[in-house]
């Protein structure tokens, strides 16, 4: 099946807010390998500015699949996650995610083509506090399965 072009430009919001904890900042910053005391530490991170321990920038990116994982389970979208293959990712911050943080993001196939006989589809992902302050954007870039054989 390919892309479903009705969906391009039109904004997805994920089923519901993103709770940043402790926990979840140092098990992502444990996955990642990063030692970095900030992401453990709450006293660190207080004594370098933060309010509460900040998250690994690319934590965002779990914030972000909150709203884009919902089409690429709509088969109506047109590219299936089995297969998919995630080759890009970009960051830009308003400031540091943290815990206590409670997000909401929107998703927004903003480009669909094909590269290559496959699929492609970049996401461009706001993610806000409750007050709707931007806090993060991402753009993430999947390419869909190769074509099976004929």
Known sequence: MALNRAYLNRAF??????????????????????????????????????????????????VAGEAYWQLLADPEFGLPPEGAVHVAQWFGFERALRAGDELT??????????QKGRDRVVFRTTIDDPAGARLATVRTTLIGPAPGPD
């Open 105 to 114: 993001a929107e998703a927004v196939p903003e480009l669909m083509d094909r």
């Open 13 to 62: 919001a994920a089923p519901e807010p993103f709770l940043v904890t402790r926990a979840a900042v140092r098990s992502f910053a444990a996955a990642i390998g990063d030692p970095n005391p900030l992401y453990r530490d709450p006293a660190a991170a207080r004594a370098a500015g933060h309010p509460d321990l900040p998250a690994p920038p690319t934590f965002a990116a779990l």
